[in-house]
């Protein structure tokens, strides 16, 4: 029962921090892929989400994980266990500070600073990635000195997760989950 209410806790955060809606999508098919990383993964973990927009305003929506590694290290796979894996890896990083820049990102100025509850953000630039024009920043969560959390919110495209999280504690990346890949109708 634990395992659920977990779960379900992940889901909230999870579409909570969506780039997209699903109406944002349009008909026909767009795919995306992350890559996530962890230093408690031997390898490397692709998440990749295909929706595609049906008329009538239906949709269809697939998820798929390629990993590698241990039992243990599999435990928690996909998008909701890639979530629950940067709280379970002990990063324990809170999000929540980041949603109501997620739904302003488009207002949000390069070289800009934004006081946030739980810290503050850096607009550092805008860059592409996997073909999405992504405004790129820097979270310094005010209770974890040494802890910077790279974000990417999406300008250009629908995409329904952040394009970008890395986190780095001092010099060491301990969790990275960037999408690498994108196509659309």
């Not at 990083?93 to 503050?120: H, I, Q």
């Not at 550092?124 to 969560?141: D, I, S, T």
């Amino acid at each position: 029962m634990a395992k659920w209410i977990a779960w379900a806790l992940v889901l909230a955060g999870v579409v909570a921090l969506g780039q997209g809606a699903l109406e944002d999508f349009p008909l026909g098919v767009t795919a995306m892929t992350w890559r996530v990383k962890s230093s408690g993964l031997a390898a490397p973990q692709e998440l990749s989400l295909r929706i595609e927009g049906k008329a009538g305003g239906q949709y269809r929506i697939e998820l798929g994980v390629t990993a590698e590694g241990t039992a243990a290290e599999l435990g928690t796979l996909g998008f909701l266990g890639s979530a629950l894996f940067v709280q379970a890896s002990g990063v324990q990083v809170d999000l929540s500070s980041l949603l109501v820049l997620a739904r302003r990102r488009e207002t949000l100025k390069v070289g800009e600073s934004y006081v946030l509850p739980g810290g503050t953000f850096l607009a550092r630039e805008k860059a592409p990635l996997a073909g999405v024009q992504c405004l790129l920043g820097e979270f310094r969560p005010a209770d974890r000195a040494g802890t910077v959390i790279e974000i990417g919110f999406a300008l250009s495209n629908p995409v329904y997760f952040l394009p970008l999280m890395r986190v780095r504690e001092g010099d060491r990346i301990t969790f990275e989950m960037v999408l690498i890949a994108y196509q659309r109708p």
